[in-house]
């Protein structure tokens, strides 16, 4: 069975950086999309980034020019680069794979919190 580990998340403040990773017990990153998720308390879970098994990205308008995701497929991993934080980012960061037209894997998530 294929599992997802999302790390990297924690305490920062405004303005600062944090890389988030999502590693893949085996190969799958290379032939699925994966996308980069996040659920603030008390809101519904939104799209924050994908990248396609071709290398393509997209991007949320809110986090568009500060965020970057990208993929090394030798090491089953996917990275979201997330720089100039703002208190809005607060959330719990998932990472999920594509499989037959759907989102059906997902990690445990790692909780960013952007505070003073």
């Known amino acids: 069975q294929v599992q997802l580990v999302e790390s990297g998340g924690g305490l920062v403040p405004p303005g600062g950086s944090l890389r988030l990773s999502c590693a893949a017990s085996g190969s799958i990153f290379s032939i699925n999309d994966v996308g980069w998720f996040r659920q603030a308390p008390g809101k519904q879970r939104e799209l924050v980034a994908i990248i396609t098994s071709g290398s393509r990205t997209t991007y949320a308008d809110f986090v568009k020019g500060r965020f970057t995701i990208s993929r090394d497929n030798a090491k089953n991993t996917v990275y979201l680069q997330m720089n100039s934080l703002k208190p809005e980012d607060t959330a719990v960061y998932y990472c999920?794979?594509?499989?037959?037209?759907?989102?059906?894997?997902w990690g445990q998530g790692t909780r960013v919190t952007v505070s003073s």
């Open positions: 999920s794979v594509e499989r037959r037209g759907r989102y059906d894997l």
